[in-house]
């Protein structure tokens, strides 16, 4: 689950140092503190970076003062954090959010992919049924739907079904997440006979489009 307090709190943290950075400097740039400066606008880069898209506003704002001197660049990387903090604060990058979800889970689906590519479809069929499993639970959080009971984590099924009675899609995707879910249960049990590489490639183009109808 994507936390969106510690992605607040690892900006906090960042633009609070860049503070004492400048109070501890001669000078509002802090242009005499170079090596902490310069360690200090790494990590700020890097969280920027860990947190968003590479096609966000944010990134593109890092990609148009890369080629400034390092004490300007400084306040400037500190203004994309501050900027993105608020945003995170005032809830207006769930998208951004369910882009970073869609990316990774993508990732997975094209390494299934390109196992089946490779005549791996046992392997295909764990790394994109295991995408799926992820992703409903991503779902049921998103939701507000409980994905434990009595301190214990819920079945994949079973969140499968809450999804289904909270509303979030109706019988028919129930059914086909159920589907998917037991192909996946097959190969993670070494039940290689009971289905086909054919099945496997439905199985990951299928999540896909789940999942970017269901954003997470």
């Known amino acids: 689950m994507v936390d969106i307090e510690k992605m607040v709190a690892q900006l906090d943290e960042l633009i609070t140092a860049h503070a004492a950075?400048?109070?501890?400097?001669?000078?509002?740039?802090?242009?005499d503190l170079p090596t902490e400066s310069r360690v200090l606008m790494n990590r700020l880069e890097s969280a920027i970076e860990r947190i968003t898209m590479p096609r966000s506003v944010y990134r593109r704002q890092l990609v148009l003062h890369k080629d400034l001197a390092n004490f300007m660049k400084l306040p400037e990387f500190v203004g994309v954090a501050e900027a993105l903090r608020d945003d995170l604060k005032a809830g207006w990058t769930e998208s951004v959010v369910e882009q970073v979800h869609a990316d990774m889970y993508g990732s997975y689906l094209d390494m299934a992919v390109a196992l089946l590519d490779n005549g791996f479809k046992d392997a295909a069929a764990v790394i994109a049924g295991t995408s799926l499993e992820v992703h409903v639970r991503e779902l049921c959080v998103k939701n507000g739907v409980d994905v434990e009971v009595d301190g214990k984590p819920k079945k994949a099924d079973t969140m499968n079904t809450d999804l289904k009675k909270a509303g979030i899609y109706g019988t028919l995707q129930q059914k086909q997440v159920t589907a998917w879910m037991d192909l996946r249960n097959q190969a993670a049990h070494g039940n290689y006979g009971k289905y086909d590489i054919s099945e496997v490639r439905a199985l990951a183009s299928g999540v896909?489009?789940?999942m970017l109808k269901y954003p997470a």
């Open 21 to 31: 950075l400048v109070q501890k400097s001669k000078y509002d740039d802090a242009s």
């Open 208 to 210: 896909r489009d789940f």
